[in-house]
């Protein structure tokens, strides 16, 4: 007689998922700090973590929460924080040293509104750009932004996958509405996990900053019986700060190169009536839902409306864009903020039609009816 085993059926809300999402990833360790409205990150971790054997603590503040897990990462441990706006702004010299040291870890952001304490219970997406350059000079990023309950499971693992694979820190952007949605989630059984590569030198030849032709050098533990200099300085493949104009570029190119080469394994996107769409909508997150359901009433009313969606927000889909730029009218790009990612799609156009920005920052969302209004005007 054959049995079956029914799927597990959830409802939860982003926020939970994400700690779930964290959890298939392989977490064991979370420092963070509570901040309004991604909480309920930390409260799931907090009782789940150290029932798998994790480590879970509550720092002083935001700054302490991104050192520990940078840390929690040199020893061995796939580690998250959560934060929103103001605890993401005292994250980021932090964050430059986990870019400088290529320590991977995850790093989520449920945005609210701002600037300063702003809007703790409102959405907002204003931090995609703090995203990109909120910490000082060049650096590597990754940055992905789903826009559903079971999306935010999926992408919380593939952030901690692409932080193994590359050696960086991953940025999760969620936002209050899609952080406080609750949906119904079919959890998988399995999930890919991706750990990072490990030496194959001893520890007398090991460089742990070796220049390699991925451009990821192998990482080691604290603890596996390697010693090794970790310093945010320019520092040449033994750790140690240098400056030699020939070493400072050389990683500078290699923590370039190593996300520039692998741009088509991060760069994902979802089009929705893309293929003969007269108009484009180019929107993320909770916005990206109100932006879906306006392209399909377009659709039954006889628009060529179509939606690009993307999936991961840096590296930015610039070629993508480009690409349906030069078959629609006009693109639009509504969002929670004043413009900022409107830029972005404006300069990946690179002139082939208009871009025309909507945005929003008084706390309240983008309805659909309001972006099928701009197509319906972009359509005549």
């Not at 219970?121 to 789903?146: E, F, N, R, S, Y």
């Not at 030069?326 to 690179?350: C, N, T």
Request: charged share 25%; net charge negative.
């Amino acid at each position: 007689m054959s049995t079956s085993t029914k799927p597990k059926v959830r409802v939860m809300s982003g926020n939970e998922a994400c700690a779930e999402g964290a959890l298939a990833a392989g977490i064991r360790f979370f420092g963070g700090y509570p901040i309004t409205p991604s909480s309920e990150i930390a409260e799931v971790l907090c009782y789940r973590l150290p029932a798998i054997g994790g480590r879970f603590i509550q720092m002083e503040d935001e700054i302490g929460a991104m050192g520990s897990i940078i840390g929690a990462s040199l020893a061995g441990a796939k580690s998250m924080t959560a934060t929103s706006g103001p605890g993401f702004s005292l994250k980021q010299e932090n964050i430059g040293y986990a870019c400088m040291t290529e320590v991977p870890c995850v790093i989520v952001n449920v945005m609210r509104g701002g600037p300063s304490t702003g809007l703790p219970t409102m959405a907002a997406q204003g931090d995609v750009m703090q995203a990109k350059w909120g910490t000082h000079g060049d650096h590597p990023i990754i940055t992905l932004t789903p826009n559903s309950v079971p999306e935010t499971y999926e992408l919380t693992v593939r952030a901690f996958n692409l932080s193994e694979k590359y050696r960086v820190p991953v940025i999760l952007l969620l936002d209050e509405i899609l952080g406080h949605t609750e949906e119904k989630f079919v959890i998988p059984e399995s999930v890919e996990i991706v750990d990072r590569i490990k030496p194959s030198d001893p520890p007398e030849t090991y460089l742990p900053y070796k220049h390699t032709e991925s451009g990821v050098p192998p990482m080691a533990s604290f603890g596996e019986g390697y010693r090794y200099h970790v310093t945010g300085l320019a520092h040449d493949e033994t750790g140690f700060p240098t400056n030699n104009p020939a070493e400072i570029g050389k990683l500078a190119e290699r923590l370039r190169r190593k996300l520039d080469d692998a741009r088509d394994d991060i760069v994902d996107v979802q089009r929705v009536e893309c293929d003969d769409a007269e108009v484009l909508v180019f929107a993320y997150g909770c916005t990206a839902r109100s932006a879906n359901q306006a392209v399909l009433e377009a659709r039954s009313r006889g628009l060529k409306a179509g939606l690009l969606r993307p999936r991961t927000m840096w590296p930015f889909p610039d070629r993508e864009i480009h690409a349906l730029a030069q078959q629609v009218k006009q693109i639009i790009v509504p969002e929670l903020a004043d413009g900022q990612i409107a830029h972005e799609v404006e300069w990946a156009a690179k002139g082939a039609c208009p871009v025309k920005g909507f945005g929003r920052i008084d706390g309240q969302p983008i309805r659909p009816v309001q972006i099928l209004e701009l197509i319906e005007e972009a359509s005549r």
